[in-house]
């Protein structure tokens, strides 16, 4: 599909939104990279707080949450959706794009594989993430459809997200459990560790530690924070009026702890965050 | 409400299933219970597995689903509904009792509390759980109930149940996990550890090993599968004949990966696993 002619077609306003759904508070992530690259934007978020985690989840599943997710969104006339979640960038994509009929769509994980072919030099490359998208082999794929001579290492590291939930950063467990899941990543000599999922980079300095220098660290949140950049500045979909709005931030449950969780992750206060079941 | 008269107006026989359900595959312990119990008794098991965690949600969803899950059972025509969900059983057991129209129905908590009340001597009594177990404050409330005079000293370990579904049964960094969430009720001279989550009971060496020998460890699945026994036994609901069918197990999400778990949790393999939609 040619996305400017969809583009028109849609009659996309620059001042429209740009729609951000996650299965949680991992996307806010992704909510901090946009906005310190696009502080103009108005943003809105969607975390599907009751149903989260969706990287234990079967295929089937996780595409009916997908759609249901993007119909939400679509309520609020953004001018492009975001795919914060590195499950259903796995797994799909393509219903979003489906659903959201024209629409630009922009998800986790290409995002993160073209950095990732960018940055290494040896081609051997390491993927963490949750079960769900490491089993699926999205970033093996892709990142083989760019460069076919990348070599892809992954492994699924279910622990990191209730660890970094539990605010258990940089203890001496949660070391354990990374040089546990990353030795085997390591001997073979990989050059760059893409984080394929967006809570990954809250535990960034001590996975940094465990992987040493030689490793750089991509971080698929600033990945699609740059794409998303650069997409709307091809279809001059900037937005060039001053911003002062906060993201609008829509949750299936527990608004209160995703308030304070917004807080730590944005460092900014957040006055409503609003209620939808799902 | 008498449950004698209500199990002759229902009239209940004693053939029928007892209906089992649990957020996902921890009440499986309860499962492996009640069958060294009462291996006459035919057993119907749901495993919400698509909604799975219960323990970070909400009241208000927790509740929902467990009119859902209990509506669920009672096509299967069911003599009593066992709660092998702490969360279900702290947040949500009298939706449960008023969904099921005056079946006899218990829980793991209550079960929980009164073993607990009566192995304690020196009536410091710890419990441990998911978050929403343990802000409920339903464990200390029903104790109290119980004993007036006991004291109380919970705390929520949200770590243990991915850790044990990683299969991180004895890993060191388990231990120091499990160190650090039970020093506090250690220095409370606490006499008893009240397992408040059904995946507990996994983790149960390493905890005896952390806690040391002079603190009995409460599995909540023992103490609602004695309950089980002595509910029918009053009631004249055991069944008498001889059972050998496995238990029926549906799903909300991923029977194979159900499978799995239901053959590790019982040594047991299992013909089949429904799938039904929530």
Known sequence: MNLQTSAETLNLKAERPIGIFDSGIGGLTVVRKIRERLPNERLIYFGDTARVPYGTKSQVTVRRYAAEDTRLLLKYQPKMIVVACNTVSALALDVVEHESGGLPVLGVLKAGANLAVKYSQTKHIGVIGTIA???????????????????????????????????????????????????ELLVKKIDSLVLGCTHYPILKSMLAEVTGKNVVIIDSAEAVAMEVENLLREKSLL???????????????????????????LGLSLPDVELVEM
Not at 243 to 258: H, Y
Request: aromatic share 10%; proline share 6%.
């Open 133 to 183: 998208t490491i089993s699926s082999n999205a970033y093996p794929l892709e990142i083989s459809k760019l460069d076919c001579e990348a070599e892809v290492y992954s492994k699924a590291c279910p622990l990191f997200v209730p660890l970094a939930e539990e605010g258990f950063i940089s203890h001496q467990a949660t070391k354990l459990i990374a040089t546990e899941y990353l030795t």
């Open 239 to 265: 937005n060039r009026e001053i911003n002062q709005a906060l993201p609008k931030v829509l949750v299936s449950d527990l608004p209160q702890k995703f308030k304070t969780m917004f807080e730590l992750f």
